[in-house]
């Protein structure tokens, strides 16, 4: 009997790694486990990413107010990812391209306040969620609740640490204020 040499490479490749992450971002909620309600509100958030894409800039705020909305009666208590962010999850840079394309300064605020959210929920090194509330509104940060705060703290812990370090040092005015504004927060 011969035997093969069977030695696997266990590091997967940047193929694999993409395809991976792919697969991973598809089946973040398999259909057939979502109940009638989950598909409803699917849809519905599908429709507002698509009205926040349109040429149409009065579709705008509307799309907005409405995706913020069901958003945030999702948060109020987020023992884990709620439905409206996992189902935005897979639109995460499609929100980002209509952020780009907006040109009205208070859809852009209010798309930067969801995009800084969903951020927290998408694995990159951007940090995103520090970059889009610093464009976002100034509204209070307890609003998006704990796990939202808690992310955005460590983007400004990092984002510190990196301008703090760098030759020349960057100022970190926005960042101190950005802080100011979590440790009363905390204090409640």
């Not at 996992?86 to 798309?111: G, N, Q, S, V, W």
Request: charged residues 35%.
């Amino acid at each position: 009997m011969v035997k093969e040499d069977t030695k696997m490479d266990t590091k997967p490749d940047k193929t694999e790694e993409k395809e991976s992450k792919d697969k991973k971002e598809s089946e973040l909620v398999p259909e057939e486990e979502l109940t009638d309600a989950d598909r409803q509100l699917k849809a519905d958030l599908e429709l507002l990413v698509e009205r926040i894409q349109d040429a149409d800039s009065a579709l705008h705020a509307p799309a907005l107010a409405s995706m913020r909305e069901k958003i945030r009666a999702s948060t109020s208590t987020m023992t884990s990812v709620p439905k409206p962010l996992k189902f935005l999850r897979a639109h995460y840079d499609t929100i980002k391209a209509a952020y780009d394309k907006m040109e009205a300064p208070a859809d852009k605020t209010f798309c930067s306040d969801i995009i800084s959210l969903l951020a927290t929920t998408v694995e990159n090194d951007k940090r995103d969620c520090l970059t889009y509330r610093l464009t976002g509104s100034s509204e209070s940060l307890d609003f998006w609740g704990h796990e939202y705060v808690r992310h955005l703290q460590g983007e400004i812990a990092e984002e510190y640490k990196e301008a703090t370090e760098s030759d020349p040092p960057k100022p970190v005015d926005d960042l101190l204020e950005l802080a100011g504004k979590i440790i009363p927060y905390h204090v409640n």
